[in-house]
């Protein structure tokens, strides 16, 4: 019912509006044509002669037109008819002998054009109106030597000014009456919608004094009460024992800061849990909307425990990566080692085919060995338990190191590797291994995704105490999509037979290193394009010299 009230209120409202213009231009032009019509049967029947005895009558009907024409404007086209009201009043008057003369009650024409207006807020004005048309009436009559209407008309003239007068005031003030009346009961309906909503709202809406006295409550109220028994009650009785300092602390925190929260367990349940919102009205009256969270508390409870097992897990699966990895490493140690007995022929010679079979196991091994070096490191990330070996050392030679190790990887590509390295040194207090495994893992990816004949550059700088590593390629770049995945662990882009040459734990390894050290990874590619990763790490002792402040070595 409330949802229909609401959506007709609009629309009563400018019906209103409408029908109080169209009964004030009614009114104005029913004037007008009384007046009219009563000057013109009083000249046909001799009563009047048609000169100046009915100039009145012609001055009376001017504020009826102006009204009706004014009518269907604002409060300030109101007014100025008022005014004209008030100023034909004045005339008409005079020209008929003053305040006692037969129209001496058209001063109270302004009064009833204003109630024809059906506003209220006019009235002032027309009483003053014709107040001062009154006066100005009775000093007139006094000081002045006004018009007189012979006795014949004189009759004639009051019973028709009393009479139209009396009709056309009459009239207004029923109309006005009506729509205070229309206003009385819009501005009830409006209030019963309003505590309809309230009452019915799923919240509990108190209204208190800072010390949790209710004076108000709106709302579904707590089991086994009813909303008026709350009234006069103190909010505390209905909060657990144990909760009760920390409400009366909120409702104090409400009082100084304007406003407070707090969650606390009902008097009636110690399983429960209520919400309370505080909102502070004045120095003396506080709102408050008290929710049953019980259901969200329960749902949050349900997360956190979900939470909590899949930090369980996924600890113990890095837990098992980390034994695995330990283990395997073991007789994978033996076997490259035998191996490469068997390449270098240490205990004599063996025919062609079998040293190149002992080449191909040693290679497998060596690939092998760096997968599981790189889950083992990744495990001990996840698990907290990598711990930095940090050292001084000048972070060029960790750089240079990784760069001749792929130098073999990138003839063999076909790709053109470029190092651009400052020739002052950079000191750095870090993981000398990790800077150097960082260096690795970019280029590694970056030769894997560039095509031969392309090229891939490496440049560290220092800026700072930031220590900046980039790696940038031509190869054929990273779609959008795949540039979000990128950094997780065992996430990997480009086809089929590029994600065959790796684990998907490169750039993982590059983001964990850098976040261990302060700092950050991040990717600028685009199809095409080639890709550049940039890692950013707090770890230099001193300002140091950049490629671009000093000329640096062509290749390393």
């Known amino acids: 019912m409330t949802p229909n009230r609401r959506s007709r209120r609009p629309t009563l409202k400018s019906e209103r509006r409408v029908i109080g ?54 409060s300030r086209t109101r007014t100025a008819a008022v005014l004209i009201w008030t100023l034909a009043a004045i005339v008409a008057v005079l020209m008929t002998g003053g305040a006692s003369g037969p129209l001496a009650a058209w001063s109270l024409a302004p009064l009833a054009a204003a109630a024809a207006f059906r506003k209220p807020d006019l009235l002032p004005l027309a009483a003053a109106g014709g107040l001062a048309a009154a006066a100005v009436a009775a000093l007139s009559s006094v000081l002045l030597p006004l018009p007189t209407v012979a006795p014949a008309a004189a009759a004639w003239l009051n019973l028709a000014g009393l009479t139209g007068m009396a009709l056309a005031l ?42 949790g006295r209710i004076l108000e409550a709106f709302g579904q109220p707590p089991p ?62 506080i709102v408050g909307a008290i929710r049953d969270a019980r259901s969200q ?16 897990q996924n600890a113990g699966k890095s837990r098992f990566l980390a034994n695995m990895s330990h283990e395997l490493r073991t007789p994978l140690n033996a076997i490259m080692g035998f191996s490469d007995i068997m390449r270098q022929r240490l205990f004599g010679t063996i025919s062609d085919r079998y040293a190149e079979y002992a080449d191909l196991i040693h290679e497998s091994g060596s690939h092998l060995l760096e997968l599981i070096n790189d889950v083992l490191d990744m495990s001990k990330i996840e698990a907290d338990r990598f711990e930095l070996a940090r050292e001084n050392f000048d972070a060029r030679e960790a750089v240079s190191a990784a760069l001749r190790l792929m130098r ?16 002052e040194p950079l000191p750095a207090n870090a993981d000398r291994r990790a800077v150097k495994q960082i260096a690795i893992n970019l280029v590694s990816n970056a030769l894997k995704f560039t095509p031969r004949g392309g090229a891939v550059t490496l440049t560290l700088q220092g800026a700072g105490e930031t220590l900046e590593l980039i790696v940038a390629d031509t190869g054929v770049g990273i779609a959008p999509d795949d540039l979000e995945r990128l950094g997780r ?11 065959a040459a790796g684990s998907g734990l490169g750039l993982s390894l590059v983001r ?23 890692v950013r790490m707090p770890v230099l002792n001193g300002a140091a010299v950049t490629p671009q402040s000093r000329p640096a070595p062509a290749d390393v």
Not at 230 to 252: C, K, S, T, Y
Not at 274 to 279: A, G, H, I, P, Y
Not at 408 to 423: E, H, W
Not at 489 to 499: H, I, L, R, T, Y
């Open 408 to 423: 073999g990887q990138a003839d063999r590509a076909g790709v053109s590797l470029r190092g651009a390295l400052p020739n």
């Open 224 to 285: 086994g009460w009813r909303v008026r028994d709350l009234i006069e009650r103190n909010l505390g009785d209905f909060v657990h024992a144990d909760d009760r300092p920390a409400v009366e602390d909120a409702l104090q925190r409400a009082v100084g800061a304007g406003s407070a929260e707090i969650a606390f367990r009902p008097a009636y349940d110690s399983e429960g849990w209520w919400e309370l919102s505080l909102r502070r009205m004045s120095t003396i009256r």
């Open 21 to 74: 213009s169209g009964f004030a231009v009614g009114w104005h032009l029913a004037w007008a044509a009384g007046v009219a019509a009563t000057g013109a049967a009083l000249v046909a029947a001799g009563r009047l002669t048609p000169d100046l005895q009915l100039a009145p009558f012609a001055i009376g009907v001017v504020p009826g037109l102006a009204g009706a024409v004014l009518a269907r404007g604002g």
């Open 170 to 211: 009459g009239v207004a003030l029923v109309m006005l009456y009506a729509e205070a009346i229309g206003e009385r009961r819009a501005r009830d309906d409006i209030e019963t919608g309003l505590l309809e909503v309230l009452d019915n709202q799923p919240q509990l809406l108190v209204d208190l004094y800072p010390g």
């Open 489 to 499: 662990p065992f996430e990997q882009a480009g086809d089929p037979s590029q994600k």
């Open 512 to 534: 964990a290193f850098a976040q261990l050290h302060g700092g950050e990874m991040c990717i600028e590619s685009a199809l095409g394009e080639g890709a550049t990763v940039i």
């Open 297 to 312: 508390r329960a749902r949050e409870a349900e997360l956190e425990a979900a939470r909590v097992t899949a930090e369980q």
